[in-house]
C-alpha cells in the first residue's frame, strides 16, 4: 500500500527564492529515501538522496532533511530556477524490497 | 551513453491483443524495474528484478508478466491487455541490488493506450 505522501500536490514559488517540498512517510522501517525530478514528457531523474542513519545531506543548490522522529523528508532548492519547474517524487526503499513513492509535488516558478 | 532504452514510445493496440515493451540498459545494472504512472496514483512498481533469472512482483503486478534472461533486457509483457492498462509505463535499473544506489536511470516513458 500507499506509505509515501506529500503534502501538498502544487507548490509556487518566485524565481530566486528557496523551495521546500515536504513529505511523510509511514513506514518506520523505511530506511533509504530518494528524491525525484520529472520534467514534463520525460522519465524520473534521480535527484539526491539519503539513508536513514544520516539527517542532512546537500548536493548543489539542493539538501535533503531526513526526521525519522515525525516520519518526515523535505526538499530543499536554493535560488528557484525556470528550469526546476517539474513534478518532485520522494520515494522509500526498505531494504531487499523495491521502492515507494509518493505521488509528487508539482513545482511552480513564477517569473 | 550510458541510458535505459524503451520501445515502442507510444502504442495504440486493443483489448486482448498481446504486447510486448522491451527495455534494456548498457549500464550493466544488475537491477531493474517497470513501473506504472497514472495521474494522481504516481508511480507504482509493476515487477522488479534483481539479477539475471530472478524477479519479483511490485505493487500491481496483475495483469502483466516479465522475463529477465539477460542482464540488460527487462521485457514487460501484456498477455491480454485491457482498457484499465492504459497508463504511462517506465523501466528503471540501478547498480544496487534492491535499487539502492545513487545509480537510479529511468527510460523516457511508453505511452500504452488500450482500447
Known amino acids: 500500500g500507499e506509505s509515501v505522501g506529500l503534502h501538498l500536490p502544487t507548490l509556487s514559488v518566485q524565481e530566486g527564492d528557496n523551495s521546500i517540498i515536504n513529505c511523510a512517510y509511514s513506514n518506520s522501517a523505511s530506511d533509504y529515501f530518494i528524491w525525484y525530478k520529472q520534467e514534463s514528457g520525460k522519465g524520473p531523474q534521480f535527484i539526491i538522496d539519503i539513508r536513514s542513519n544520516m539527517d542532512k545531506r546537500q548536493g548543489q543548490r539542493v539538501t535533503v532533511l531526513l526526521n525519522k522522529t515525525v516520519k518526515h523528508l523535505s526538499l530543499q532548492i536554493a535560488a528557484t530556477q525556470p528550469g526546476d519547474s517539474a513534478v518532485y517524487f520522494c520515494?522509500?526503499?526498505?531494504?531487499?524490497?523495491?521502492?515507494?513513492f509518493g505521488k509528487g509535488t508539482h513545482l511552480i516558478i513564477q517569473p | 551513453e550510458a541510458q535505459v532504452t524503451q520501445n515502442p514510445r507510444y502504442l495504440i493496440t486493443v483489448t486482448g491483443k498481446k504486447l510486448t515493451v522491451t527495455c534494456s540498459q548498457n549500464?550493466?545494472?544488475?537491477?531493474m524495474s517497470w513501473y506504472r504512472q497514472d495521474p494522481g496514483l504516481g508511480l507504482r512498481q509493476i515487477y522488479y528484478s534483481m539479477n539475471v533469472e530472478v524477479t519479483d512482483k511490485g505493487d500491481v503486478p496483475e495483469g502483466y508478466k516479465v522475463s529477465r534472461k539477460e542482464k540488460r533486457n527487462f521485457p514487460l509483457i501484456l498477455e491480454s491487455p485491457s482498457p484499465n492498462q492504459t497508463s504511462l509505463y517506465f523501466c528503471?535499473?540501478?547498480?544496487?541490488?534492491?535499487?539502492?544506489?545513487?545509480?537510479?536511470?529511468f527510460g523516457p516513458g511508453t505511452r500504452l493506450t488500450v482500447l
Open positions: 528503471a535499473s540501478s547498480s544496487g541490488t534492491s535499487g539502492r544506489s545513487n545509480e537510479q536511470f
Open positions: 520515494a522509500e526503499n526498505i531494504e531487499a524490497d523495491g521502492l515507494t
Open positions: 549500464m550493466n545494472h544488475e537491477y
